[in-house]
């Protein structure tokens, strides 16, 4: 079964260093997304990809987070500088279109110390 | 904006028993909902979706039910195994944007006693 990959599974990092989490979606995904899971919260949406053009950013924090899907194919989140606050898993799932489901990968665990 | 809702947060359960998890939304325009298992420090597993037009979901020992007129959908649980025990999460995709948007519930913790 196909499965979206991401890497690393855990980062620890100091604070104001800079971290960058990579995922590589299901083959023919066109939509891939990026979510942030605080511990006991569900998924919140940091940025939504439609192939290689970003459709939603409004929840990532612009000043320090990054993120690119140059050939519309793999993606990359980048956190610069990484603050205590940022702890979290960093979620990303793709999806064929609208009308189907996600499916999310493993996820990183960044823990900020 | 559309605000997704769990209840309980929490549910303790001997084995072997059938429970409902409740999920509720405030803006009945979606594409349609989709329920997810997390197990502890991994990532989400799919486990249905109901597309807007439909108004159940069978997978084994699950169940899924859609009321949009209401703003609800609830899984179903037949015969509870401690296997079962994770936290389970509903995620509505709207349709009121030229995208779409996906909203997740804060999860029901379960925890399924041998």
């Known amino acids: 079964e196909a499965e979206v990959a991401q890497s690393p599974r855990y980062k620890i990092t100091e604070k104001s260093q800079a971290v960058a989490f990579w995922c590589d979606p299901i083959?023919?995904?066109?939509?891939l997304y990026w979510y942030r899971q605080i511990l006991g919260q569900g998924p919140e949406l940091l940025v939504q990809?439609?192939?290689?053009?970003?459709?939603?950013d409004s929840q990532l924090p612009k000043d320090r987070f990054s993120a690119e899907r140059l050939k519309g194919v793999d993606s990359t989140l980048k956190i610069q500088p990484a603050e205590l606050g940022d702890s979290a898993m960093y979620l990303c799932?793709?999806?064929?279109?609208?009308?189907?489901?996600?499916?999310f990968g493993s996820g990183t665990r960044l823990t900020v110390v | 904006k559309q605000e997704v809702t769990q209840i309980p947060a929490a549910l303790s359960v001997p084995e072997g028993e059938n429970l409902v998890l409740n999920c509720s939304f405030t803006d009945s325009a979606i594409y349609n909902l989709q329920w997810f298992r997390q197990d502890p420090g991994k990532g989400l597993t799919s486990l249905l979706l109901i597309q807007s037009s439909q108004r159940e979901q069978t997978s084994g020992r699950l169940n899924a039910s859609l009321d949009k007129s209401s703003g609800r959908s609830t899984l179903y649980i037949a015969a509870s195994q401690p296997g079962d025990s994770a936290t389970y999460l509903c995620?509505?995709?709207?349709?009121?944007?030229?995208?779409?948007?996906?909203?997740f519930g804060p999860g029901t913790s379960l925890s399924v006693i041998p």
């Open positions: 990809f439609q192939d290689e053009s970003v459709v939603d």
């Open positions: 995620a509505v995709r709207g349709r009121k944007t030229s995208y779409d948007k996906v909203i």
């Open positions: 083959s023919g995904h066109a939509t």
């Open positions: 799932a793709s999806a064929p279109g609208r009308s189907y489901g996600y499916t």
